[in-house]
């Protein structure tokens, strides 16, 4: 399971790769591909390339550069050699691979009424390596369970892109769907928890079987659009917990409001830095003026890990964690 | 009484090559008809089915009767891992393998070659096109290896019987 992500590569690049040393590895993030121009890898926040004979540099010009054949291959072997597949990824314009590690794409849009109807000519590829880190939630699940009422409050989790959002979920639904015990707060049971993963990057579903443990009580609607996941979850699993990624349009916000009536607790995520700049955004707005969510969770992650606030729905905060205390996160696996 | 031996033997050699003759041209629109099933299929599972080719092809060898079934699935092995060749390199490396063994020849080939370059490398569309175009060539090459069948297939057998029965006369 470790490293798998490296079969997808061809040849040569798999080779360089494996040249670096293990535990740096274990820490890529990103590896941008891009035809022709030199061979990227990101991890910790920040960005290096990688030389023809397997050392990182800041230099582009000393970089390894991918050519045409190896772009061709690369698409072939993510795409199972078969592309015809793929076609609602390529018009969404990213495809997620078995242990749910997401490559997005880049080339040249076909379009069709006006719509991105397909890519073609892909030449840019950023494979996004996915990390289980059990435990990453540890610090946060006791601020957003409501002991009293036995339940788990309407949470937002706020983040800039790749600051460990989808990570936190993920643990967030293991550790509700299985319950536990802590000194704090004593037994606590497992919970019916429905996650709606429209990317299959929190779940990181093949073949409806998901690749990471989200725990034994957990259904996944996977590949589901959210607003109308949301609503077939409501529909017919009966969730304690809804659980989405990212979410952000008017529909969204009606589906989250409509599980919010319905008693479900739903966690969710947003791309943000702060709460007050969500309020300006169409969807996220009106849930934010009506004051639903109970906990905000904004994450910020630096050189020296992951960091985390809590807001309360009043926005006051409960916890500033001081920054660089670790949550376990920053990927390391 | 030995002399007499050698004649009937030889005449056997002839009419057995000319009835191995004779089957080769038999057999050769019996593969093709059974290429042209396979890549039906192939279509249907690429069309409504979204199947991955690997495992597409591995199904339709499964399916197909010797020599087509060692054919795809060697072709659906080349492709899985651990090897993970391109369709294009996979149908190469299984024609080399398995080409000798079909009564094909060199014009089925080549029209397999040029539909693995682009098998798997488009939308599906684009693939249907592709493979209607291979099927419409492999339905001539049919049409013209049943031609040679009933022009051939009689005649080489009593060729065969002939030539032995030539052999003898000259001996003697």
Known sequence: MANDWLQLFPEKVRALLKRLPLPLLGLVEEIRIREGRPLEINYSGKYHFLSGNGTLTQHPGEAYKPDRDESHRLLDLISNHSLYTMEEELRKGFITIPGGHRIGLAGRTVLSAGGVEHLRDITGFNVRIAREVPGVADGVLPYLLDKGRQRIMHTLILSPPQHGKTTLLRDLARQISAGGHSQREGFRQGMKVGIVDERSEIAGSRRGIPAFDVGPRTDILDGCPKAEGMMMMIRSLSPDVLIADEIGRMEDADAVTEALHAGISVVASAHGKEVAELVSRPGLGSLLEHKLFERYVILHRSEAGLSFRILDSQRRGLLLAPPGERLGGGGHA | ?172
């Not at chain 2, 039906?40 to 690997?54: D, G, K, N, V």
């Not at chain 2, 080409?99 to 094909?104: D, G, K």
């Open chain 2, 1 to 172: 009484m030995l002399k007499l031996l050698g004649a009937v033997l030889v005449i056997l050699a002839g009419t057995l090559a000319g009835f191995q003759l004779a089957r080769q041209y038999a057999d050769r629109p019996r593969n093709i008809r059974g290429l042209i099933a396979a890549l039906q299929r192939l279509e249907t599972e690429i069309m409504y089915s979204y199947t991955p080719l690997p495992e597409a092809l591995r199904r339709i060898g499964q399916q197909s009767r010797e020599p087509l079934k060692g054919f795809f699935v060697t072709v659906a092995e080349e492709m899985s891992t651990p090897h993970d060749r391109s369709a294009e390199e996979a149908f190469r490396l299984a024609m080399d393998a398995h080409w000798r063994v079909t009564a094909m020849k060199a014009a089925e080939k080549e029209i397999l070659r040029q539909l693995s370059c682009t098998l798997g490398t488009s939308d599906r569309s684009n693939q249907s096109n592709h493979i209607a175009l291979a099927l419409q060539q492999l339905k001539q090459e049919e049409t013209v290896a049943r031609e040679d069948q009933g022009k051939y297939e009689k005649m080489s057998k009593s060729l065969g019987l002939l030539l032995g029965a030539l052999i003898v006369i000259l001996i003697f």
